[in-house]
């Protein structure tokens, strides 16, 4: 299966339990890896033979930006979610990170693995 990679995606939103968490929003740095079949899309050149990562990418953003999560799991749920809806992409990887969750440390956070399978 080949992948696509969404690296680095940067979303402020409000995410966490406490209440200083609550009251703004945060950064929340978010990988993703769709796993697809892009055999097609080479052989066609054409978009919707594709993952469109674009497409992908706003939804992922708009959702982290306003959902306002209280786990990163649960965003990190979501978000695979989101990636699963398209009819290219046959699993995802999702990892969704707070770097300033911790004194410390860079960042903390939770990768998730989901597919259309279960």
């Not at 055999?39 to 306002?68: F, P, W």
């Not at 978000?79 to 004194?103: F, S």
Request: aromatic share 4%; hydrophobic share 40%; glycine share 6%.
């Amino acid at each position: 299966m080949d992948k696509v990679i969404i690296k680095n995606l940067l979303a402020r939103g409000i995410i966490g339990v406490r209440d200083w968490e609550r009251k703004r929003p945060q950064d929340i740095l978010i990988n993703i890896t769709l796993f697809t079949d892009t055999r097609r899309a080479a052989q066609t050149d054409d978009l919707n033979d594709c993952a469109d990562y674009s497409a992908i990418t706003k939804k992922v953003q708009e959702h982290a930006e306003s959902v306002g999560r209280f786990t990163v799991e649960a965003l990190a749920n979501d978000l695979a979610g989101i990636c699963l809806a398209q009819n290219n992409v046959q699993r995802v990887i999702v990892r969704v990170e707070k770097p300033t969750a911790v004194r410390f440390a860079e960042s903390v956070g939770v990768e998730i693995e989901r597919s259309r399978n279960g």
